[in-house]
Nanobody, 125 residues
Framework: QVQLVESGGGLVQVGGSLRLSCAAS????????MGWFRQVPGKEREFVAV????????ASADSVKGRFTISRNNAKNTIYLQMNSLKPEDTAVYYC??????????????????WGQGTQVTVSS
């Protein structure tokens, strides 16, 4: 069974940093691409970043390029999202996801079967 557990959200001031973590079951971690999405009330869930199974390939949304970095620690079955230079518009619930690269990268939410429970990130101005 695939399980994803996020942690690391919280309240931070504009310009600050946070690091999100997502611990995955070994099955997911060794066979699926993994990524991060975010969602605010009233809006659709949107793609943030994705990392390949090997970790050799990553991609991120234009809105976070240069500020957010996705990475993985294979020894811990964990991926991370390092978020720097945070802005108020980054405020959202952030979700970890596991699935095919193309579904994550193309924001095909309906094609992704595995999600974490979400963690709130609030950036105050």
């Amino acid at each position: 069974q695939v399980q994803l557990v996020e942690s690391g959200g919280g309240l931070v001031q504009v310009g600050g940093s946070l690091r999100l973590s997502c611990a995955a079951s070994e099955l997911a971690f060794s066979t699926l691409a993994m990524g991060w999405f975010r969602q605010v009330p009233g809006k659709e869930r949107e793609f943030v970043a994705v990392i390949s199974v090997s970790g050799a390939n990553t991609a991120s949304a234009d809105s976070v390029k240069g500020r957010f970095t996705i990475s993985r620690n294979n020894a811990k079955n964990t991926i991370y999202l390092q978020m720097n230079s945070l802005k108020p518009e980054d405020t959202a619930v952030y979700y970890c996801a596991a699935g095919r690269w193309k579904d994550i990268y193309s924001n095909s939410v309906s094609g992704i079967n595995y999600w974490g429970q979400g963690t709130q990130v609030t950036v105050s101005s």
